[in-house]
């Protein structure tokens, strides 16, 4: 095994990684000034013990301790086995959020039974729709599957900030900066899933999903956007 990975898989150093990631997103969110909208109704669903399903783009996926108030309940985000998965899940779970691993070696039917438990417990599931691997932006039909399994309402989340750093990844990770501007949005898609939808129509789903989490995503980077122009000098 070559030293670089022998490092990389060390849980010491990963435990460092984690925490540092974790204490840099916590410093970012704490000392910039953020508008928060439409939250309210997803927030009543959890105060009420109703688990709902949270979903976002990956490329927004590092803000959802954020998106999602853990004071109020539980949430599980699912994230990859593999190392950057891994390490994403840790500084998640660090920011408030329990997570289950999704692995090329579980079937299917082993993580919708353990998704379906956790939700029956109280407990929300976020996803990121295009995540693990992209392409960005292009939806899977999870989300769909798992508001027809667990009859969860869907919410589709987003954050955006006057001044990010953006990652050499598929997706172009957003970190946010420190002392900045930002603001983080929350919108019920009301779309009605069948209990037995035909291909096409979870296809027609799975794009009227896509579609709401670029209208939000766009909407929330145009406000943050339009604050900027205002206040530039």
């Not at 508001?147 to 990010?164: D, L, W, Y």
């Not at 035909?198 to 145009?222: C, G, H, N, Y």
Request: proline fraction near 6%; charge should be positive.
């Amino acid at each position: 095994m070559s030293l670089r990975k022998k490092i990389a898989d060390s849980p010491r150093v990963n435990r460092a990684v984690e925490a540092l990631l974790a204490s840099y997103v916590r410093f970012a969110y704490r000392t910039s000034r953020w508008d928060r909208r439409g939250f309210e109704e997803m927030d009543a669903c959890v105060v009420a013990g109703e688990p709902v399903i949270f979903v976002l783009w990956h490329q927004r996926l590092i803000m959802a301790p954020y998106l999602f108030d853990t004071s109020l309940g539980r949430i599980c985000a699912l994230t990859s086995s593999a190392r950057a998965g891994r390490l994403a899940g840790q500084i998640l779970v660090r920011l408030g959020f329990e997570t289950i691993p999704m692995s090329s070696h579980k079937r299917h039917v082993a993580l919708s039974r353990e998704v379906l438990r956790r939700t029956k417990e109280g407990c929300s599931i976020g996803i990121a729709a295009d995540g693990p691997r992209g392409p960005a932006r292009i939806s899977s039909d999870v989300p769909i599957v798992w508001a027809r399994m667990t009859g969860c309402r869907v919410f589709t989340v987003a954050f955006s900030e006057k001044r990010v750093i953006k990652l050499p990844t598929w997706d172009k990770q957003m970190l946010p900066m420190p002392f900045s501007r930002g603001t983080l949005m929350c919108q019920e898609w009301v779309n009605t899933v069948p209990r037995k939808p035909t291909a096409q129509q979870v296809e027609d789903l799975r794009k009227s999903l896509e579609k709401s989490l670029d209208k939000i995503t766009d909407t929330a980077d145009s406000i943050t956007e339009e604050y900027a122009m205002k206040n530039r000098p």
